[in-house]
């Protein structure tokens, strides 16, 4: 205890705190409600491609479809903490956001899940941040069983993607795709929620089978992503 400060006056301060940041998180959250938000999902910096042709036919399929359906809110790139990579996920939406002229709202998280996560995200063009519990909280005010819902449809495809990896003598997925899949699938339904519209598109046509971007469909399976929220990367 600081030295001349009671029990009471410590308490104070930490229930000042705690308001204060209950407040900014209520500012930011009200910022987010305010704008399209867009979704890029994809492979991190193992992709092999150059990034800049990547980001210009995302560029060209969002254009497309936002000119037959138009977003009613200004659109903000929402990146989920991949740390800078020359390839990949991190690079593309850097291309994206500058060619759209778009600003990045980062969602995180939180130093109890991974410590590293906050601190290692690229935070080029990044007006926004939340950590992932803020959104899971508002998220579960809607839908009260959804974080429990959600990690046990994540943790079967783990299962499930794992049996698979056995018979390919692969070892088992690392621990840290649970926390990472709960990350993609939260932001996007409470996004979604919040918001009242999204937009979300994959880096590929194709999605590595054990990557974290295919646990997209635990989102669509439970109904919290609509298909009509989804572009393909390839026009049909």
Known sequence: MAEGLTAYDTDRLYQQTVWRTMAQLRELMERLRTHHPLVIEGMSGYDPRAPEPIASHIV???NAHWHANPCRKPVALITQGDPIAERGISAITRLVSEALSVPRFMIHLDPHIADYHLNDAD???????????????????IYPNSEALLTERINKLIDEKNRTRQELGKPPLQSYYRDFALLQEVTKAACRSLCGEITIIHTSAVIPPFSVSSFFEVGLDLGLIHPDDMIAFEAG
Do not use: G, H, K, M
Request: hydrophobic share 40%; no cysteine; glycine share 0%.
């Open 60 to 62: 060209d399929r969002l």
């Open 123 to 141: 935070q080029y063009r990044v007006e926004l941040t939340l950590p992932y519990s803020a959104l899971l909280d508002r998220f579960a005010t």
